[in-house]
């Protein structure tokens, strides 16, 4: 067969030469061990967290080494494709921190080893299916679905393996005549490898994370350009890795199994594989089974579920760290202040078996990490937050900064801070009270207190507030005011004789606190009546007492 009048007739119009685009990407200039690794999602319009998780490995790798992280839209396959989906993918990756060196934006392409988009470069894989065809090592095949059908049944029938290889690729070694004709005719074809490859031997490789594997050898004619000249992801990746020059490719580990084609075509093209990174699968307990995270029955999986839920985006990186490195919840406690990407991320680290996703554990990931935040982070987070899911929220945080963040300060910057919020969500039962807008309150007082005692507290603790008192004042008049009422001033005393008091110091400040919070939890009451100011203290208890009067008319 003449190879090269194969490759003229099927890529006549392609003039370019490998060497001439080899020329294009020359080898990146960057520090020894430097790593290049890209995010290649197809812009379907579902982000999920596995694309979040794939993406820090990159990312971290990139970056930990002084190396490159880049954006490639694999758009190749039309049907999947959504309009604004390449804008939604740059969005949420820089939601979540993590950024490009190169390659797709908004605004075009950014970096010398464009285009970035797959659709854009149908002329540089046709030169290299070009050059398959001429080494002899690629074909057209132009069995219609039809055919492919009945290939199918036969084998079934003769319980041979599926596929297009060995004695079943039966345009492999087509006359150039009949391939002529073919094409004369105008009859749609795709190109297919032809494989070298014995099914029945293996070959070993190592893969970052799965560590040595052993595999056989791929024997399938797999298609490398469809009907439309389009590549296939087989294809399509094995030439752009090689000339946007990555080093490691991180994806997930349901690309093993076709790990030898790729293994093949780099062989095929005379190109060095990249290193690949296999991550295990996000995995869910289901009862007491485990199971792969789905997109149709679990909403965690999308990445949307958490911008709604309000889970920050520290605090959501915070929890796939843990998820990825085993040994990052050990450094997190040694060192609480620091960022994320000041940790040694290592693909050692990383579970080769399936990550197990718990929301359970995020949530209290989530509380810690929240919980170690200045104040004016939360603020900040919490507005931005109800901008988009909660008006109501919004307008009275946005009507004063000030009062917002002394409230969220209550209880943080301290060795034990209180850990309050898991998503952002939680903030406005929070802080509800201190508005007066959102303040329902439910009287429930301690049961020992009897109504009278409720109103005499409420009411000469009116006289006594003074807003100027520091903490231990504060404290002293109210367990005074307790003594003077019968209380003991402190829990032991009432409970060594619980027959001589009617309760102790902490049922008036519980008093006091349902008065004033509406509630019968709340963050420290000393802080609390200062931050709302002595104004609404007062107007609180006189509601609350009249509230009892009311009932007891
Ligand atoms: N476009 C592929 C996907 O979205 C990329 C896999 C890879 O990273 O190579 O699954």
Redesign the pocket.
Known sequence: MDTNRLAELLFGDITETPQQIEERYPPRQLPEGARVT?????PTGFMHLGNLF?AIVDERLAHQSGGVFYLRI?DTDLKRAVEGGVEMIIDVFQRFGLDFDEGATVEGDNGNYGPYRQRERADIYKVFAKKLVQDGRAYPCFCTEEDLEEMRRQQEAQKENFGYYGRWAVHRDAALEEIEQNLREGKPYVLRLRSEGDGQRRFQLKDAVKGKLDMPWNDQDVVLLKSDGIPT?HFA?VVDDHLMRTTH????EE?LATLPIHVELFKALGWKAPNYVHTAQLMKMDGSSKRKLSKRKDPELALDFYHKEGYPVECLMEYLMTLLNSNYEEWRMQNPDKDYKEFAFTTNKMSTSGALFDLDKLQDVSKNTMSRMPAAQVYELALDWSKQYDAELHALLSGDRDYAVSILNIGRGGKKPRKDFAVLGDVKGYLDFFYDELFQPVYEYPENVSKEDCIEILTRYQDIYNEDDDQNDWFNKITELGVSLGYAAKPKEYKNNPDQYKGHVGDISMVLRVAVSGRQNSPDMYEVMKIIGKERVLSRLRDAAARIEGANE
Do not use: D, I, L
């Open positions: 890209r995010m290649a999602p197809s794939g694999e992801y990746h490719v991180v994806r997930g690309w």
